[in-house]
Structure formats: C-alpha cells, structure tokens
C-alpha cells in the first residue's frame, strides 16, 4: 500500500482571491512555497493526489475542457520542478444544479482515489484550507491538515516537521 497526500487546488495549490472561480491559465497562479513543499513530500514517497470541487462546470461558469486546460497547465508548471501529481479528482456538480455524493465534504472521490491507487488511509494526509476537506478526509481515517487561504505550505506545515 502507499501513502498519499491529498491535497485541495483552490487556497492550496494555487492562489484564490481574484477571481472566484479559477478556469483560466492567465488567473492560475501557485502559491508560494507549494513547490518546495511536494518536493519534500515526493521526496519522502507520497503520492500527491489533488481532490477539487469545480462547481462552476454545473453552473455554467466554464466547462470541463477549460478546467482540464487549466489542470494541463498546473502539471507542466509543477513538472518543471520535478513534481508529479499522481491524481485529479473533481466534482463538477453543485448542490443548487446536481447535488451529488462526490463534492467535498462528500466522500466518493477520495473513496475512487483510494482504491485506484491501493492507498493506506492511516499513514495519509490531506490539506485543505476549508472545513470541507478536512471533514471528507476524517470521514475516510485520514488526517487532515487546515491552512489558511493561500498559506504557505512549506513554512506551515512540512518546516514544523507536522508531515514526515
Ligand atoms: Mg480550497
Ligand atoms: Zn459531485
């Protein structure tokens, strides 16, 4: 089995704050220290699996393609530095259009992702910076870490020494 860090997109990854809904590459922007951070993670042998909910696709605000543009863009950005993101999982559905079983703080797709790649719960992480995602991780036995929208993830959480 492998360990994994789950990780949340919007106010983790990258910068949230203009925009609401970010679906443009122009608008995606990570936020710093999130490279050196998966670095370290990866380093230490954590798959790194990103679980969004992308509510807009039902709203009409944009559409799967240009999300998937987007998600392009983020893994040629991180690639640069060595990273592979092992997983993306999203919702496309929202409560007001499509309620639906897999937006956080639903389970289904840290369930799907689990299984596809034979994850231990127990020695995983996920980082959110919402309520939501860290109560879909406890829900699946695996620990959550919040922090704060667009914190830097290095200096919060792996110079601490709280992941390791
Ligand atoms: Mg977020
Ligand atoms: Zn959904």
Redesign the pocket.
Known sequence: MKRAIFL?????INR?GGPYYIYLKEDFVLNEGVTEALKYFMHKGFLLIII??QGGIAKGVYTEEQMHEVHNFMKELLKKDGIEIAGIYYCPHHPDVSPCECRKPGTLLLEKAIKDFNIDTASSWMI???EI?IQAAEKMGIKGVLIP?NGNMMELIVKPGLIT
């Open positions: 949340d997109r919007d106010g983790v949230k969004t909910n959110g910076d919402s995602d929208e």
